[in-house]
């Protein structure tokens, strides 16, 4: 598996982020008010996961605060779930994170993503106060780690 840096102009990116979205409407309704921000368009940090040349799983960071990067679009096929995948891509962010010059990584999530919840507790992420507009979704989790 190889991992590597891109941006959101990436057609494999989008197309694993079209994945996401259907299986994010699978757990949570299309409706979902967690799906406002799911927002793709100008993400200049993207990683994804590669295996024999083809993307099997993504990820983002974008700029929150002056010392805070947000992780965004975490993505595995799942088919590939429970191979360290998303722990290979979470760890590249956190990696372009700090080179970056930014100290924390935060996120969202919504409470239907059992497999996303396992990984960011085995990778120390904590639960936070729930952040700017998701003060007012009742399903949403907020998760940091200080890097």
């Excluded at 959101?8 to 994010?24: G, I, M, Q, T």
């Excluded at 940090?45 to 799983?57: F, Q, R």
């Excluded at 679009?73 to 995948?85: D, F, I, N, S, T």
């Amino acid at each position: 598996m190889k991992i590597i840096r891109t941006n959101s102009k990436n057609p494999e990116f989008k197309r694993l982020v079209e994945l996401l979205k259907v299986d994010l409407a699978g757990r949570d309704g299309k409706t979902h008010p967690l799906s406002q921000f799911n927002g793709i368009s100008n993400l200049n940090y993207v990683v994804l996961a590669l295996k024999k040349e083809k993307a099997i799983g993504c990820g983002a960071i974008a700029e929150y605060h002056f010392n805070a990067m947000e992780i965004k679009r975490m993505y595995v096929l799942p088919e590939l779930r429970g191979q360290r995948v998303g722990e290979k891509i979470l760890s590249e962010l956190e990696n372009w994170s700090k080179e970056l010059g930014y100290s924390r990584c935060i996120l969202f999530m919504g409470s239907k993503q059992p497999e996303a919840a396992k990984l960011y507790q085995r990778n120390n992420y904590n639960s936070i106060e729930k952040y700017g507009k998701l003060k007012t979704i009742p399903d949403s989790l907020c998760l940091a780690k200080d890097l």
